[in-house]
Nanobody, 123 residues
Framework: QVRLVESGGKLVQSGDSLRLSCATS????????EAWFRQAPGKEREFVAA????????VYAEAVKGRFTISRDNAKNTVYLQMNNLKPEDTAVYFC????????????????WGPGTQVTVSS
């Protein structure tokens, strides 16, 4: 059974750093594209970052490029999102997801999701 559970979200101040984790089970990370999305109140869920099956390629949304880094630890079956220089506009619920199409940045391209973790950035 595929399972994804995010953790690490909390209230931080503008400029702070935070690392989110996504613990997975029921599949191999190297068999799927892993991605992070986020959803702010009243807005649609949006793509943040993704990593290819091999783990060698990554892609980021323009809004987070240079500040966020996606990574994974195959031995721990965990995907991470390192977030630096956080801004109030990064406030959202962050979700991890898995899919099968590399560079797909649409919500519909990912079939399994975690419940999300709340990140709040105060100014």
């Amino acid at each position: 059974q595929v399972r994804l559970v995010e953790s690490g979200g909390k209230l931080v101040q503008s400029g702070d750093s935070l690392r989110l984790s996504c613990a997975t089970s029921g599949f191999r990370l190297s068999s799927y594209v892993e991605a992070w999305f986020r959803q702010a109140p009243g807005k649609e869920r949006e793509f943040v970052a993704a990593m290819s099956w091999t783990g060698l390629d990554t892609v980021y949304a323009e809004a987070v490029k240079g500040r966020f880094t996606i990574s994974r630890d195959n031995a721990k079956n965990t995907v991470y999102l390192q977030m630096n220089n956080l801004k109030p506009e990064d406030t959202a619920v962050y979700f991890c997801a898995i899919g099968s199409r590399w560079t797909d940045t649409t919500v519909g391209g990912y079939g399994s999701w975690g419940p999300g973790t709340q990140v709040t950035v105060s100014s």
